[in-house]
């Protein structure tokens, strides 16, 4: 299966590559603005752009001094940087030889004229939209970084008349989120078949709740006495409209624009591959659709550590690190795709995950450092052997990384009382026991736990939720009488409250009856542990699609369906229409497949998950991949952990003040006139204090004129003689540009 991180990188370094000439000795400046900055710095590494022949590295907000070299620019196309590059080539300035534009996604038609019609378009070499929006977390995820989120979709409105200023910020910061899930798919040249989640137990949730603000008016009285829905007008169908608008069915809808959008620009959308792949599948759901997931306690390894270790942004974990003099020290480690221990085991259970570990750890012993014994036969023997292998840094760094993280886990599970609580989350959640019988003493196993000191109130909060939900509800005073147990705080008794703003009934009448929920858990025919029980829906939805059995009323299609649809896959090449615009102009940029090149054309599936995906959720569009034979990936606005989804909920009726992701809550300003003005102020960054630096030194025998610090206007066709000059004329000028980039000149 292709790894996004792959794709991601191989367009970054790849398009330019391929667009500009990288024969040896033509070096480049590369120029970049923060947020392209930290996109790049997640899927390549600074040594891969020098290979590049870069040979500086500048901030476009920063001051620079005019250089005699080509620039190759990656840009947000925002307004603020198309002015930036104008400014470089304007007021008889020149600030490199030429331009060469990246634009991280589609630039929009105004900002497009504005550059042709610029003093800089002389100095143009080409314009490319590389449509990479979104950040590769992992091999089969991507994500938004876009916890905030969270809040916009699900936070209700202060008041009554707040309500249609809310929306509009909603539906604005959905137009972001669909550009973005089209950016994926055009990355991955997938035009897919798109479903979305379509609940029938509640109405739409946060600002789309049906009101009076933003519901179309009400029919006319006596409308109603037409039966059929065609016979009702259009106003009745308008009123009642507001009852669907789910975020998922917007999203859907949206990313359906944006990518016939896309299609009509460029006809040749999807690339015909050979062999052909078929037709791949968007699903777009969101968090309400399992509130159980972000709340049960998981005990595989990457899902556990997450759960109960200080981990930050999932990637980040400082722990005590033994030394080679035996000294400890505190050693902040990176868990990414380039390290092995953690990619192999971090989908297994954490039983499987330390014997892993162990069985691994002694064949390195036997293969690299000559042990001969019994080798390790627990984590304590691990340590104690791992102190002795000096010799072998890296590999003791990533063994004693995941020991400590085993142990560490191991120590919570055990203090915590984990067992306990987590057989309680495991009845709740698939209202059953471990013997597959109805759990009639879950209450008489819950209450002692809520009411033991022992346990952590964060976890008392995830038992009485879960149990919440398995009763579809409870009256009041039961409620009340479980906070009472579990001596929750008002904050903690908020997060429970809240998730009534995700769809879950937390108050029941007598009189009230069971809600009935087309999405449901299958049991499980593999084997498991009893305390992993439950499977994500996800997994459900993921296994009915592929099966052909997924409800197309609770996941309708939003146009094309497989069976009314001939597969993109089959279908033969298609012309492209040529133009006469900078776009298309200049010769493609992308380097032809190799006839020889393996062709990777399983079907795909692609899930996005608004308000948050779990980690349980990512494992499983993992494992499913390899028994359906598809290639599966997930995305969401961000990842999320128990802890974090709690203090969520503790504030979500607060539109989210006082927490991590927006400390001052959401906006609860108007929308902006145009996205190009909500994009602006997404990506805007402050101009600096003009600060002098050192330039970079040009060989006297480089041909180019430098006068005053400006340079000499250069003829479109002979640019690159000049560049080529400047840096291949000797090999001392090519030997001290190769010691230039050892030493790490860059500016940033």
């Not at 930050?312 to 400082?318: A, F, L, R, S």
């Not at 542990?529 to 409800?551: A, C, G």
């Not at 640019?719 to 000059?725: D, H, P």
């Amino acid at each position: 299966m292709s790894s996004l991180v792959a794709t991601v990188r191989t367009s970054m370094a790849g398009d330019s590559r391929a667009s500009i000439d990288s024969r040896p000795g033509r070096w480049k400046i590369l120029v970049v603005d923060d947020y392209a900055q930290k996109l790049l710095g997640s899927v390549l590494k600074q040594f891969d752009i020098l290979e590049e022949n870069v040979t500086l590295i500048e901030s476009i907000s920063n001051y620079r001094e005019p250089q005699q070299f080509e620039a190759v620019y990656i840009l947000m196309p925002t307004t603020q940087n198309v002015e930036r590059v104008i400014k470089d080539f304007s007021n008889d300035q020149q600030q490199y030889l030429a331009a060469h534009l990246f634009f991280i996604e589609g630039l929009s038609e105004p900002l497009f004229q504005r550059l042709t019609s610029s003093p800089a378009e002389p100095f143009l070499r080409g314009l490319q939209e590389l449509f990479l929006n979104f950040w590769a977390v992992e091999a089969h995820t991507f994500s938004l970084n876009s916890p905030s989120l969270f809040f916009n979709i699900y936070s209700p409105p202060r008041n009554e008349a707040a309500f249609r200023t809310a929306r509009s910020r909603l539906e604005e910061e959905l137009l972001f989120v669909s550009k973005t899930i089209s950016n994926l798919c055009i990355t991955l040249n997938e035009f897919p078949y798109i479903r979305y989640y379509f609940p029938s137990h509640h109405l739409p949730l946060g600002p789309l709740k049906p009101n009076v603000q933003t519901r179309a008016p009400p029919p006319p009285e006596g409308s109603n006495r037409w039966r059929t829905n065609l016979a009702r007008g259009d106003a009745a169908r308008a009123y009642e409209a507001a009852d669907t608008e789910f975020v998922t069915k917007l999203l859907a809808f949206l990313v359906q624009r944006n990518l016939d959008e896309h299609k009509r620009t460029n006809p040749d959308f999807p690339r015909p591959l050979d062999p052909p792949r078929p037709r791949g599948t968007l699903i777009i759901t969101d968090r309400s659709m399992d509130v159980v997931a972000p709340l049960i306690h998981e005990f595989t390894y990457q899902a556990m550590c997450n759960d109960l270790l200080p981990i930050e942004d999932g990637t980040k974990y400082t722990y005590k690190f033994q030394s080679s003099l035996g000294a400890y020290e505190d050693k902040t480690a990176t868990l990414s795709e380039t390290d092995t221990v953690w990619t192999t085991v971090r989908h297994m259970h954490m039983r499987e995950a330390i014997n892993k570990l162990m069985a691994d750890f002694n064949k390195f012993m036997e293969e690299n450092a000559g042990f001969k014994g019994e080798g390790a036969a627990s984590l304590n023997d691990m340590k104690d052997m791992l102190a002795g292998l000096p010799q072998y840094q890296e590999q003791r760094e990533k063994f004693s990384l995941h020991l400590n993280m085993a142990q560490e886990c191991m120590g919570i599970f055990e203090k915590d009382k984990l067992s306990q609580v987590a057989n309680v989350e495991q009845c709740c959640a698939t209202g059953a026991t471990a013997e597959g019988k109805s759990p009639k003493t879950l209450v008489e196993e819950m209450v002692p736990l809520l009411d033991s000191r022992e346990i952590i109130n964060p976890n008392k909060v995830r038992m009485v939720a879960l149990y919440i939900m398995y009763r579809d509800g409870v009256p009041d005073e039961d409620r009340r009488r479980l906070y009472q147990h579990a001596r929750l705080g008002m904050a903690e008794q908020d997060a429970v409250n809240s998730l009534s703003h995700l769809g879950v009934r937390i108050t029941r009448g007598p009189t009230d009856k069971d809600t009935k929920k087309k999405l449901k858990q299958k049991p499980s025919q593999e084997e498991e542990y009893d305390l992993s029980r439950y499977k994500p829906l996800l997994r459900t939805v993921i296994e009915d699609h592929l099966n052909n059995k997924l409800d197309t009323s609770l996941f309708p299609y939003v146009k094309d369906a497989p069976s009314a649809t001939t597969p993109a896959a089959s279908q033969g090449p298609i012309t492209p229409t040529h133009t006469s615009s900078l776009r298309s102009a200049k010769p493609s940029w992308h380097k032809a497949v190799r006839s020889n090149a393996p062709v990777d054309n399983r079907q795909r599936v692609i899930v996005f998950m608004a308000g948050g995906m779990t980690y349980s959720e990512i494992r499983e569009c993992y494992t499913l991949s390899g028994p359906l034979n598809k290639d599966i990936y997930i995305g969401s606005t961000h990842t999320i952990n128990p802890r974090q989804f709690i203090d969520d909920l503790k504030v979500l009726e607060l539109g989210g003040v006082g927490s991590r992701a927006v400390p001052n809550g959401v906006s609860t300003n108007a929308s902006h006139q145009s996205y190009q003005e909500y994009y602006d102020q997404k990506y805007f960054t402050p101009d600096p204090v003009p600060s002098q630096r050192p330039t970079l030194a040009v060989p006297k025998d480089s041909g180019l004129s430098a006068r005053s610090g400006k340079l000499s206007k250069p003829s479109p066709s002979s640019s690159y003689a000049a560049s080529s000059t400047s840096v291949n004329s000797t090999a001392v000028v090519a030997d001290n540009e190769k010691k230039k980039k050892k030493k790490g000149f860059f500016n940033f």
